[in-house]
Nanobody, 130 residues
Framework: QGQLVESGGGLAQVGGSLRLSCAASRPSSSMMSMGWFRQAPGQEREFVAAISWNQGTTNYADSVKGRFTISRDNARDNAKNTVYLQMNSLKPEDTAVYYC???????????????????WGQGTQVTVSS
């Protein structure tokens, strides 16, 4: 069964950058769609970005479009595939716990919905200070 391990969170200043990583061990056909979600205190989990493994097609929430970039590294020589979230021009409202997720299908309907993802990472805290 696959597992997602996140890293790269931390503290950044307004306008700064952070890069999150999500390593998928034992990737399988059930991880064709990879997404990043975030959850701030007292808020619901919200979609940030998604990417399809095969085509590399991407999609972003309006709130991060132009500032965040999702990408993937299909490491054929080892057993791990990695997805990244490069976050630039950070704002205080980006402060949240960020979660990596994997699901079996990338589509207009599934990519933004948490219920469409079967695997989740443990979350990594991102704090943006002004």
């Amino acid at each position: 069964q696959g597992q997602l391990v996140e890293s790269g969170g931390g503290l950044a200043q307004v306008g700064g950058s952070l890069r999150l990583s999500c390593a998928a061990s034992r990737p399988s056909s059930s991880m064709m769609s990879m997404g990043w979600f975030r959850q701030a205190p007292g808020q619901e989990r919200e979609f940030v970005a998604a990417i399809s493994w095969n085509q590399g097609t991407t999609n972003y929430a309006d709130s991060v479009k132009g500032r965040f970039t999702i990408s993937r590294d299909n490491a054929r020589d080892n057993a791990k595939n990695t997805v990244y979230l490069q976050m630039n021009s950070l704002k205080p409202e980006d402060t949240a716990v960020y979660y990596c997720a994997a699901g079996p299908r990338y589509s207009d309907y599934t990519r933004t919905r948490p219920g469409s993802y079967d695997y989740w990472g443990q979350g990594t805290q991102v704090t943006v200070s002004s």
